[in-house]
Every structure is written in structure tokens, then in C-alpha cells.
């Protein structure tokens, strides 16, 4: 894995073990890169170390959990959750205006998932 640098500081960020560093309850969600100036970080994507996003610092964490519970809804109950979680991303892209490539909750920063919050209320199931 090559460097994943800070983008709120530009600094490196470094490896952890969420269980050891992150979450006291002794659950592992795997490892996490952090930075600690900023206490920014990241999941990895399940059996890598691959970021998951970019780092978020506070702020942005608490604005992309909200972003999930408005956003997930409405591809979670789906029978074919993949496509519809893709069609869901799309018509979000769409509403923001964002390609398709940027168009996920985890590389948003904490203006844009909270945009997305707003976008999803004047939605239906």
C-alpha cells in the first residue's frame, strides 16, 4: 500500500488496529489508517489495507453516519442489493451533480454528506 496522506494537514498517516487504537467495546473492525494531528481516519476495505475513502476528521465522520442512515434506506431493502445500491449512488450523483466516480459517501467531505442528508429527505421509499 503505498502513502495515504492526511487532507486536512497533508501529513502521512499511519496504520492501526481499530480494536487496539479506536474502539474500547474490543471489537475489530480491522485496520484503519489515522493521522493523529488531525485525528482523522479511515476503515480498509475487508482483508487489505486499501483506504475504504478518505480520512475524516470528526466532524466529517458524524456527517457521513448521518449521510448512511438518510442514503442506505433506499437500496438496503432491495432484493438485489448491488444493483440498487448503484442506482441509488447514480440518481445521488445526479442530484448532486457530482461524476460517477466521486459520487460516494466515504470520499465526501462533511459539506457534501450533509448535503446528501438534505437530498435524501425530499425522497420516497
Not at 18 to 47: L, N, Q, T
Not at 100 to 122: E, L, Y
Request: include cysteine; aromatic fraction near 8%; glycine fraction near 8%.
Amino acid at each position: 500500500m503505498g502513502r495515504v496522506l492526511c487532507p486536512y494537514c497533508n501529513e502521512q498517516a499511519a496504520l492501526f488496529q481499530s480494536s487496539e487504537r479506536f474502539y474500547s467495546s474490543g471489537i475489530d473492525y480491522g485496520p484503519m489508517w489515522a493521522c493523529d494531528p488531525c485525528d482523522a481516519r479511515v476503515g480498509c476495505h475487508k482483508g487489505t489495507l486499501t483506504p475504504l475513502g478518505n480520512l475524516a476528521d470528526s466532524e466529517t465522520r458524524k456527517a457521513r453516519i448521518a449521510a448512511h442512515a438518510a442514503f442506505d434506506p433506499f437500496w438496503r431493502s432491495a432484493e438485489h442489493r448491488g444493483a440498487a445500491r448503484r442506482q441509488a449512488y447514480a440518481r445521488l450523483g445526479q442530484a448532486m451533480m457530482l461524476p460517477k466516480r466521486d459520487c460516494h459517501i466515504s470520499k465526501m467531505d462533511a459539506g457534501q454528506a450533509k448535503q446528501v442528508v438534505r437530498i435524501c429527505n425530499g425522497w420516497s421509499l
